[in-house]
């Protein structure tokens, strides 16, 4: 099992940048597939971004392609998401999450997930 942290959230103007990080406990986080959801309020859930085992693979939502970055550090059980030029409507609360298995596409289905963390921009 994997517990995850996420923290870099806070309030920035539009057109900011924000750097998020995500902790993984545990000595095997180079074998989870990492994604990077977000929810605001009155909304489902949508994946965001999502890498690969080794980091060679990501994958964006059209919404944030060009102004998300996904990377991982496997020495480090990190997971990032550096948002640039960001948007009001990027306001959500942010969340990371793990798989048991390599990732080869967005999607939703993860085995584990951070307490996210508040992305709040204003215009």
């Known amino acids: 099992q994997v517990q995850l942290g996420e923290s870099g959230g806070g309030l920035v103007q539009a057109g900011g940048s924000l750097r998020l990080s995500c902790a993984a406990s545990?000595?095997?986080?180079?074998?989870?597939?990492m994604g990077w959801f977000r929810q605001a309020p009155g909304k489902e859930r949508e994946s965001v971004a999502a890498?690969?085992?080794?980091?060679?693979?990501?994958y964006y939502a059209d919404t944030v392609k060009g102004r998300f970055t996904i990377s991982r550090d496997n020495a480090k059980n990190t997971v990032y998401l550096q948002m640039n030029s960001l948007k009001a409507e990027d306001t959500a609360v942010y969340y990371c999450?793990?798989?048991?298995?390599?990732?080869?596409?967005?999607?939703?289905?993860?085995?584990?997930w951070g307490q996210g963390t508040q992305v709040t921009v204003s215009s």
């Open positions: 890498i690969s085992r080794s980091g060679g693979r990501t």
């Open positions: 999450a793990a798989a048991r298995r390599d990732i080869f596409t967005l999607t939703l289905l993860y085995d584990y």
């Open positions: 545990g000595r095997t986080f180079s074998s989870y597939g």
